[in-house]
């Protein structure tokens, strides 16, 4: 039932379930049972965004999954884990153990698209639409230096980013903006193509409206969670909005399963910035928050 209640988007109705499941399991001995509800609760955790006991619960489960080698994702919701073994690796929570079962999630999956019989020109034509989604070249803004780099690891990729200047020539007379967001499709080849062509689509839409970023996981969430829901992919998505202030750059950052953003200042600190949250497309009633940071 807290399962149930977790995928509908009710974090907080789970979580009490996941609470007496783990009592009743502890007073039976299931050693298993018990940290495998953890990983729930962590996952209600993310949702609600209490690093404590996110943190808890994937602690649990990592420390014992090492002790005992295993490499299982049985019991796992496919839709959230991903984010969970990232928010771990990235947050030194048996970081070894979390990328060897980032690393196992690919295993005995499908084969990639060379290895189908295919029609070779069909991956032709889905490969060039892909890459006609990516920007040429990053926009020209005074005081920021943008660059990025995408390598596919298959031959037709779910990746992709998206620029969104606002204000780059003095004559508009705007505030300067730069909205950037990066993204990956939960698949390889021609189906991850396909959903990354309307992905790529609707983001153009949201993100051209100067909404902030919240605003913007939430509106692509709901416009692509019909496709997601059928197709059971979903995206990792991470967008920033910067904002010239008369102080400085003004960072306002949303992230939704994807790689926990760093932030290197000019003394040469570093620091993440916490965006854990659900991917896109996961949940009907799902909801992202935003984080502040002045530059």
């Given at each position: 039932?807290?399962?149930v209640e977790?995928?509908?988007?009710?974090?907080?109705?789970a979580?009490?379930?996941?609470?007496?499941a783990?009592?009743?399991?502890?007073?039976?001995?299931f050693?298993?049972a018990?940290v495998?509800v953890q990983?729930y609760?962590a996952?209600?955790?993310m949702?609600l965004r209490?690093?404590?006991?996110?943190?808890?619960g994937?602690?649990?489960?990592?420390?014992?999954?090492?002790?005992?080698?295993?490499?299982t994702?049985?019991?796992w919701?496919?839709?959230?884990?991903?984010p969970?073994?990232?928010?771990?690796a990235?947050?030194g929570?048996?970081?070894e153990?979390a990328?060897r079962?980032?690393?196992e999630r690919?295993v005995g999956a499908?084969?990639?698209?060379a290895?189908?019989?295919?029609?070779a020109?069909?991956?032709e034509?889905?490969?060039?639409?892909?890459?006609?989604?990516?920007p040429?070249q990053?926009?020209?803004m005074?005081?920021l230096?943008?660059?990025?780099?995408?390598?596919p690891?298959?031959?037709?990729g779910g990746?992709f980013?998206?620029y969104?200047?606002?204000?780059?020539?003095p004559?508009?007379?705007?505030?300067?903006?730069?909205g950037?967001?990066?993204?990956?499709?939960s698949?390889k080849?021609l189906?991850a193509?396909?959903?990354?062509?309307?992905?790529?689509?609707?983001?153009?839409?949201?993100?051209?409206?100067?909404?902030?970023?919240a605003q913007?996981?939430r509106?692509?969430?709901e416009?692509?969670h019909?496709?997601?829901?059928r197709?059971r992919?979903?995206?990792a998505?991470c967008y920033?909005?910067?904002?010239?202030?008369?102080?400085?750059?003004a960072?306002q950052?949303?992230?939704?399963?994807?790689?926990?953003?760093?932030?290197?200042?000019?003394?040469?600190?570093?620091s993440?910035?916490?965006?854990a949250?659900?991917p896109?497309?996961t949940?009907?009633g799902?909801?992202?928050?935003e984080?502040?940071?002045?530059?």
């Amino acid at each position: 039932l807290g399962r149930v209640e977790l995928s509908s988007g009710q974090p907080e109705a789970a979580l009490p379930m996941f609470e007496q499941a783990i009592e009743l399991y502890q007073t039976t001995g299931f050693n298993y049972a018990v940290v495998s509800v953890q990983l729930y609760r962590a996952a209600a955790g993310m949702a609600l965004r209490k690093p404590a006991l996110l943190a808890e619960g994937l602690r649990a489960y990592l420390g014992h999954a090492a002790a005992q080698e295993l490499l299982t994702c049985n019991w796992w919701l496919p839709d959230t884990i991903e984010p969970l073994l990232i928010y771990a690796a990235s947050h030194g929570i048996e970081p070894e153990w979390a990328q060897r079962l980032l690393a196992e999630r690919f295993v005995g999956a499908p084969p990639a698209p060379a290895e189908l019989p295919s029609d070779a020109a069909e991956l032709e034509i889905a490969s060039r639409m892909q890459q006609s989604l990516l920007p040429t070249q990053p926009p020209l803004m005074p005081d920021l230096d943008i660059a990025a780099l995408i390598r596919p690891a298959a031959e037709i990729g779910g990746d992709f980013v998206g620029y969104f200047p606002r204000g780059a020539e003095p004559e508009e007379g705007l505030q300067r903006r730069l909205g950037v967001a990066v993204g990956d499709i939960s698949g390889k080849g021609l189906a991850a193509a396909l959903l990354l062509s309307g992905t790529v689509v609707a983001l153009n839409t949201v993100a051209a409206s100067d909404a902030p970023p919240a605003q913007v996981a939430r509106a692509l969430h709901e416009a692509m969670h019909p496709y997601t829901s059928r197709s059971r992919m979903t995206i990792a998505f991470c967008y920033c909005l910067l904002t010239q202030e008369a102080s400085g750059w003004a960072l306002q950052t949303v992230g939704a399963g994807a790689v926990t953003p760093l932030l290197r200042r000019a003394d040469g600190t570093s620091s993440w910035i916490e965006t854990a949250g659900f991917p896109l497309g996961t949940f009907a009633g799902a909801q992202w928050r935003e984080q502040h940071t002045s530059l």
